[in-house]
């Protein structure tokens, strides 16, 4: 529950208490009558992710975002469908697929071995009813190099740049599957 609807919850439950109380009536507190209107509507911030490595960072570039926001899976193979949408992205990042994309339809995790110097973006997708695919990057010390912050069935990392790595590393992609069940796909790509 956010704070605004604590609030309001707690005003008008002091309300009708002091009502009942024998206090003078107060009418029920209203959303728009404890906070302007333009602070409800503001949707709330999406949290930055917590990354905690010392090999890699991330590196933000906002014309990433655009080559994958409007790609929608139509079902059908995962695999097929996440190459689709990293081959979508191949012109503005200038990367390349690693291998194979990895299917599971349980929590997976898979050796990546990253080059000092070198980026690198993961894309998922996932079928049936996954409501929630969660991929990161954990380099050789479990530092957290970067993690997908969507709850969606198509997690790229970065959303709008990629994991770069200072130092080479015998990182780990993991995958997961956060909300529903079904098989997914996870791809990785370098520059």
Known sequence: MSTLARIAAWTIASAGWLGCAGGASTPPATASSIAPKEAIAAPPQDPQPILTSTKAKLR?????????????????????????????????????????????????????????????????????????????????????????????ATPVLSEDGAVCFDASDQATVQAAIGAGSGSYAVQVWSD
């Open 60 to 152: 933000r570039n906002i014309a990433f975002e655009s080559c994958h926001v409007s790609f929608h899976a139509s079902g059908g193979d995962p695999a097929a469908a996440v190459t689709q949408m990293a081959q979508g992205c191949a012109d503005v990042t200038g990367m390349h697929p690693l291998g194979p994309p990895v299917t599971a339809s349980a929590s997976t995790s898979f050796p990546l071995h990253a080059e000092a110097g070198h980026c690198y973006r993961v894309y998922g997708v996932a079928s049936g009813t996954v409501q929630d695919l969660d991929v990161r990057i954990q380099d050789s010390s479990g530092g957290v190099a970067g993690q997908d912050e969507t709850d969606n």
